[in-house]
């Protein structure tokens, strides 16, 4: 097993990738009522998760939090 950020995973590839405690919300298509810097720090987010879900070859787990 190994353990690290999804940011030192980005350009390798893992057999299982687990996510744990993902922000429920990034995972919604789309957040009303942000402002632009929210809004921003939002698809920035979602981009790195976007690179964390992409790692996985076999198979994905996401965990996520309650918002």
């Known amino acids: 097993m190994k353990v690290g950020t999804i ?3 980005k350009g390798l ?3 299982q990738v687990l996510l744990a405690r993902v ?3 990034l995972l919604a298509p789309v957040a009303e009522g ?3 810097g929210a809004a921003e ?5 979602r981009r790195e998760l976007y690179v964390g879900m992409t790692r ?3 198979g994905l787990w ?6």
């Open 7 to 9: 940011k030192r995973a």
């Open 62 to 67: 996401v965990g996520s939090t309650a918002h």
């Open 34 to 36: 942000l402002d632009e």
């Open 56 to 58: 996985a070859r076999d």
């Open 23 to 25: 922000d429920g919300s």
């Open 41 to 45: 720090a939002r698809e920035i987010a």
């Open 13 to 15: 590839e893992f057999k």
